[in-house]
Nanobody
Framework: QVQLVESGGGLVQAGGSLRLSCAASGTIFGINVMAWYRQAPGQQRELVATITNDGRTYYVDSAKGRFTISRENAKNTAYLQMNSLKPEDTAVYYC?????????WGQGTQVTVSS
């Protein structure tokens, strides 16, 4: 019984920044992974970044150096700081939590980067 609520999406010009938030509620076990995915129109959903409960991070190549994933464990909240945004970053961004062999999705938040 986990719910993920995302926020922070919007419209931004190329080169700008956005910070996405994902608040998890319900029964959250200490050992878990939170992640951000994105899906552009007509494209498959792809992984962007992950972070473990002890702070280990992973980024897809296109996000390295521009995006930063972080979390506040006491609040069960994950963040994605996106800088130097490009039009190709335009997508619906989804939060995901995996713990105890179960995975949960957020509802998604739209990020649109204009040129």
């Amino acid at each position: 019984q986990v719910q993920l609520v995302e926020s922070g999406g919007g419209l931004v010009q190329a080169g700008g920044s956005l910070r996405l938030s994902c608040a998890a509620s319900g029964t959250i076990f200490g050992i878990n992974v939170m992640a951000w995915y994105r899906q552009a129109p007509g494209q498959q959903r792809e992984l962007v970044a992950t972070i473990t409960n002890d702070g280990r991070t992973y980024y897809v190549d296109s996000a390295k150096g521009r995006f930063t994933i972080s979390r506040e464990n006491a609040k069960n909240t994950a963040y994605l700081q996106m800088n130097s945004l490009k039009p190709e970053d335009t997508a619906v961004y989804y939060c995901r939590l995996v713990s105890q062999g179960r995975g949960y999705w957020g509802q998604g938040t739209q990020v649109t980067v204009s040129s």
